[in-house]
């Protein structure tokens, strides 16, 4: 089994359009059509298994979460061809689609729900992430919670991790995010917007603080064009590209998460100023690609040597 496990809650098939520019109440000619497995614990595993190739990373993994119905299947389906190892749990619902269109540098994102996941299906998922972190040093927990699941499901999932002697990465939202840090991960990913909604306004560095006063171990935060912010009870550290980049940011924070993610597996004291400089690189090469979850390794190379 895989030493990083990614959980993907609320997997995706991914579809992304590719137009010149868009225009809202117009019709547009779409010149490209990506369509492939996603969501954010998805875009972890697949930037890990890039990682992998270049003889990066050192760890196996395994992707794991619901999937149900024709979506579900095309969604394991994808994975499996794109050689990125998948555990996932059956849930009677199929699976959701999220739709993104690229324009001008920047994309607009349209969510489907999920689907509803059941009490007894829930304790499935449960029984199969215990079997899965027993032989891993390391889970991601990102994303939304499909309908059904408690706020308090990522808390639970960090408790489970955390007494098998697995650390955690959770990249999360509104109440699942403070639930979530109450169980003491040890990295916190949250982007401003979501580290606003769980710690309150006011500046990054002292709303970050509040989320190690609430359990987080560390508490990283993406902050688009302007790089990674990084609050640890030894001090924060900053990192940002070195130049701004044209392309599809959707999943610049997952490749962050994937550096992250690597980080964990080291032993001793984390060097912060290291750790962002490899995220940034790793993040804004992911900016290059058209799709989330990609990362072109010969410009991931180049990006860390401007870092």
């Known amino acids: ?8 809650l609320n997997a995706a098939l991914d579809v992304t359009y590719e137009v010149e520019a868009l ?13 492939r497995a996603g969501g954010k614990g998805v875009n972890v595993a697949r930037v890990l298994t890039t990682l992998g190739t270049l003889g ?22 994808d994975l499996a061809a794109a050689g990125v190892p998948a555990r996932f749990a059956p849930v009677a619902g199929d699976s959701r689609r999220t739709v993104t269109v ?23 998922f449960r029984a199969l992430f215990l079997e899965l972190c027993r032989d891993a040093r390391v889970a991601v927990l990102s994303g939304s919670l499909p309908p059904g699941l408690a706020p308090g499901a990522y808390a639970e999932l960090v408790t489970d991790a955390r007494a098998l ?8 939202d509104g109440e699942a995010l403070g639930l979530g840090v109450a169980a003491g991960p040890d990295i916190v990913k949250p982007n401003a917007a979501e580290l606003e909604r769980a710690a309150g306004p006011g500046p990054e560095e002292e709303a970050a603080s509040r989320l190690l006063g609430a359990g987080a171990g560390a508490v990283v935060v993406s902050r688009g ?5 990084a609050v640890t009870p030894g001090g924060s550290w900053s990192a940002r590209p070195s130049r701004r980049l044209p392309g599809n940011p959707t999943g610049a924070g997952d490749a962050a998460a994937a550096a992250l993610a690597r980080a964990l597996l080291r032993p001793g004291p984390t060097d912060w100023p290291a750790v962002l400089a490899d995220a940034v690189a790793l993040s804004a090469a992911a900016v290059l690609s058209p799709v989330a979850g990609t990362v072109d390794p010969a410009a991931y190379l180049a990006l860390s040597q401007e870092t």
């Open 102 to 124: 690229v324009a001008d540098g920047d994309a607009t994102i349209f969510n489907e729900p999920g689907p509803a996941v059941t009490s007894g299906e829930w304790r499935e």
């Open 1 to 8: 089994m895989g030493e990083i496990v990614t959980v993907t």
């Open 56 to 77: 990066d990373l050192g760890a196996g993994i395994v992707a794991t979460g619901f999937a149900g119905g024709s979506t579900g299947a095309e969604i394991t389906a």
């Open 23 to 35: 225009v809202p109440n117009a019709t547009h000619r779409v010149t490209a059509v990506h369509r």
């Open 165 to 172: 002697g697995v650390r955690v990465l959770l990249d999360a």
């Open 225 to 229: 064009a302007d790089g990674l912010l």
